[in-house]
């Protein structure tokens, strides 16, 4: 049981550049949440999903896309990467949403963009 | 809309030393209430939480308490050691209809020295 996994764990861009971050949870959870964390800002909310074939914006959606064409996975797209996208990413996964169940976390990407 | 106030560190204690970070809320609802904790290199996992009010959370020798009456779920631990050394964040979610995010402090440092 691998829980929630991301991919990859560390990236390098240059400003202009696109690129994917893949999360996939094997828990069968219908809620698959984005964040970004930054030094003294905690962790801010990017976009979520509610189930398959499902998006919504969160917090700080701005220059960020995604898609949930399976349950199991959500993907984070940054078509024009800046260097404000510099962060830490964290993808979170949950059965039910709000405060309802505990979120589950992945291991977070490291993303610089220079 | 609600929100949560923690206190600022970074804290630094001593082995054996008493713990309390303070976490107040905001919420129109009667949310759930949350500690989550960030080890070093690693994604947030669940420490302990609370459903209602007066409802006491516990886990690894943390404690946090719902206070209702002041807005407050404290975490505390009488006795903190080296392997505490982490990022505590305090977060809240409403169990209500169309409530799908939790909201997160932003975070506490905390630094166990021998």
């Known amino acids: 049981n691998a829980g929630v996994t991301q991919t990859p764990k560390f990236r390098v861009l240059k400003t202009g550049q696109s690129m994917t971050l893949l999360c996939a949870q094997d828990?069968?959870?219908?809620?698959m949440y984005w964040y970004r964390q930054d030094p003294g800002m905690g962790l801010r909310l990017i976009h979520y999903s509610v189930g398959e074939g499902t998006t919504a914006k969160g917090e700080v959606p701005d220059g960020y896309n995604v898609s949930r064409l399976k349950k199991q996975n959500f993907l984070l797209g940054l078509e024009s990467a800046a260097p404000s996208q510099t962060s830490v990413y964290f993808c979170?996964?949950?059965?039910?949403?709000?405060?309802?169940?505990?979120?589950?976390f992945g291991p977070g990407t490291r993303l610089t963009v220079t | 809309g609600d929100s949560v106030t923690q206190m600022e560190g970074p804290v630094t204690l001593s082995e054996e030393a008493f713990l309390t970070i303070n976490c107040t809320y905001t919420a129109t609802g009667y949310p759930s209430l949350f500690w989550y904790v960030q080890y070093p290199g690693e994604g947030l996992q669940l420490l302990l939480k609370?459903?209602?009010?007066?409802d006491k959370g516990s886990n690894k020798g943390f404690e946090a308490t719902y206070r209702k009456e002041t807005t407050s779920f404290h975490l505390e631990k009488g006795s903190v050691q080296v392997s505490d050394s982490a990022v505590y964040f305090c977060?809240?979610?409403?169990?209500?209809?169309?409530?799908?995010?939790?909201?997160f402090g932003k975070g506490t440092k905390l630094s166990v020295i021998p």
């Open positions: 977060a809240l979610g409403d169990s209500g209809a169309g409530s799908y995010q939790l909201t």
């Open positions: 609370a459903t209602k009010a007066d």
């Open positions: 828990m069968n959870h219908e809620y």
């Open positions: 979170a996964s949950t059965f039910l949403p709000g405060g309802a169940s505990e979120q589950y």
